[in-house]
T-cell receptor
Framework: KAGVTQTPRYLIKTRGQQVTLSCSPI?????VSWYQQTPGQGLQFLFE???????NKGNFPGRFSGRQFSNSRSEMNVSTLELGDSALYLC????????????FGPGTRLLVL | AQSVTQLDSHVSVSEGTPVLLRCNYS??????LFWYVQHPNKGLQLLLK??????LVKGINGFEAEFKKSETSFHLTKPSAHMSDAAEYFC???????????FGKGTMLLVSP
């Protein structure tokens, strides 16, 4: 089975712009979670989607949003980018949100200038 | 609420010597515990998972971890380090039945020849 894929792998944006990141889960997995990784804050939970519904959200401002499509693919959007949004954004998928093991993609590295 | 403390930010070992990465957790409910590894510029790979079955959990690449409820610890060990083990290791907790992961700050394992 193919693993979790994320596109694009690298992005450079400027402050004030918006960005959309994409995640395709492992085939058959219906739960997708997003995490932000920075040197200062480490790995932090952004949100989780299951069956096109957001089930959980971490402590991030409303500029961070996401959605899930009927084929379980997910996108996250960050509007009005700030320098501090520079990070590695990781997507993880699992069969369902009941505590099944999460499998991570390679991440999208976002640099905001 | 749950939290994870990785007691060492860096651990240095020589190739062929044992590895010990320490992790303490706090959870109000029955926890699921994980160890993930991240090689440079890569996503997270699951090493092993504890979910209230056997307290000694065997993972990939010769790693294992022991769940000790009385000490709220979940230390990761390997009898003999290999150069390819050099990476960052994350101890992770979730509440059993729920998928939101809480990560430790990570331990960087350095392996010298």
């Amino acid at each position: 089975k193919a693993g979790v894929t994320q596109t694009p792998r690298y992005l450079i944006k400027t402050r004030g712009q918006q960005v959309t990141l994409s995640c395709s889960p492992i085939s058959g997995h219906r739960s997708v979670s997003w995490y932000q990784q920075t040197p200062g804050q480490g790995l932090q939970f952004l949100f989780e989607y299951f069956s096109e519904t957001q089930r959980n959200k971490g402590n991030f401002p409303g500029r961070f949003s996401g959605r899930q499509f009927s084929n379980s693919r997910s996108e996250m959007n960050v509007s009005t980018l700030e320098l501090g949004d520079s990070a590695l954004y990781l997507c993880a998928s699992s069969l369902d949100p009941s505590g099944e093991t999460q499998y991570f993609g390679p991440g999208t590295r976002l640099l905001v200038l | 609420a749950q939290s994870v403390t990785q007691l060492d930010s860096h651990v240095s070992v020589s190739e062929g010597t044992p590895v010990l990465l320490r992790c303490n957790y706090s959870s109000s409910y029955s926890p699921s515990l994980f160890w993930y590894v991240q090689h440079p510029n890569k996503g997270l790979q699951l090493l092993l998972k504890y979910t209230s079955a056997a307290t000694l959990v065997k993972g990939i690449n010769g790693f294992e971890a022991e769940f000790k409820k009385s000490e709220t610890s979940f230390h990761l060990t390997k009898p003999s380090a290999h150069m390819s083990d050099a990476a960052e290791y994350f101890c992770v907790v979730s509440v059993s039945g729920y998928s939101t992961l809480t990560f430790g700050k990570g331990t960087m394992l350095l392996v010298s020849p």
